[in-house]
């Protein structure tokens, strides 16, 4: 996976699509709790663009927290916009749906016995389809 992401970020700075970027290590120092972590950064002038790379597909819970933590990167100006890449066009359109406007997001939390329940539905805003982009490997 680690591998894979350098792969195609040498790619993108070897093509000048990328002029610098930040590894996961690299942000690992700037980690905070609560704060979407990605696989890397990629910085082209003012942008910076949150890279996910996603070899198998998240479902429930850990797909609504993956959504939530995108919005949560892009409405905190952590990150621009992000591009999603995966070997599978399965996750593609797996996770463009659920990136949809409207689409439902579910908010998840523990309850007093440890187990996780859905604490609220919120709907995924109108913009961030125009955020993310996704991209078959």
């Not at 979407?36 to 990629?42: E, F, H, N, S």
């Not at 409405?75 to 439902?104: K, R, T």
């Amino acid at each position: 996976h680690n591998l894979l992401t350098q792969e195609i970020t040498i790619s993108a700075v070897v093509s000048g699509a990328v002029d610098d970027y930040l590894s996961e290590r690299m942000l690992s120092v700037q980690d905070k709790p609560g704060k979407k972590r990605v696989d890397a950064c990629w910085l082209k002038s003012s942008l910076k663009t949150g890279i996910e790379v996603e070899l198998s597909k998240k479902w429930d819970r850990k797909l609504d927290e993956f959504v939530s933590g995108v919005i949560s990167a892009i409405e905190n100006n952590i990150y621009s916009q992000f591009i999603i890449f995966s070997d599978s066009p399965a996750i593609i359109a797996a996770y463009s749906l659920a990136m949809q406007p409207g689409a439902p997001l579910k908010i998840w939390k523990k309850n007093n016995k440890g187990a996780w329940q859905i604490d609220e539905v919120k709907t995924v805003p109108d913009w961030l389809i125009s955020k993310v982009s996704f991209q078959l490997i």
